[in-house]
Each structure stands twice: as structure tokens, then as C-alpha cells.
């Protein structure tokens, strides 16, 4: 019976002494940033007007749009995301760029004008829109 009676009386002692700590105020930004998180996900683009300056400024951090004439160097590799067929421009079209030579294409993104390797997928001249 003596040590069902410890066994109680630990127990309770325990619980006494955690529960503040259960319930003292957590750290906020895990959890700011798993918020941020799960509304990035699961809300449609149209519903960022309810979100607050905060949120929509760490979104739009994230979302930084490239500008190529400002962001990007001669020499630099461009993003696998621009190889594809859509950001291909036709030079014919546009008088300010010049025939691309052997394994080159230009593309176009943000406005700018990419002259790239095909093959290396290196930046070989820019020309901003």
C-alpha cells in the first residue's frame, strides 16, 4: 500500500510540474513560418489580399521574379527552368538581336534577352528588354 501511495503522489508531482511547462508560450516563429508554410500551399493565389504585410512580404521574398539584365552574369549557367521550348524567341523578329551562332538561341524572360550556349547552357550575352 506504501508504495501505491508513493507511486500516486510521484505521479501527480510530475504532472504538477510539467503542466506549466506544457503550457508556457511557445517559440513563434516555427510556428509563424509552418503557418506561412501550409497557407502557401493550400490557398488559392487569389486569396493573398487576406494575408498580412508580414505574410505577403515573406511570400513575396520567396517569389522574387529574375531579372536576368540585373541578376545574371556572362559565363553563368541559366536555370534548367528556362530551357524550355516557351521562353525560345525567334531572332528574325526582333531587330536588336543579333543571329545566334552555332549551338546558341536566344530566350526571353522578364522583358530581357538571353543569349545562351545550348549545349553548356552558359550565358554568352544579355540584352535587357
Known sequence: MNTLVKAIVLSLSTALVAAPVMAAPQDHHPQQHNQQHNQKYNQHPAQNHHK??????????????????????VGQKVPSQYYAQSYKVDHKKFKKLSKPGRNQQWIKVNGDYVLINVMSHSIIKIIGG
Do not use: E, L
Not at 52 to 73: G, L, M
Open 52 to 73: 498580412t504585410p508580414v505574410q505577403q512580404h515573406h511570400n513575396a521574398v520567396h517569389k522574387k521574379a529574375v531579372n536576368p539584365s540585373h541578376d545574371w552574369r
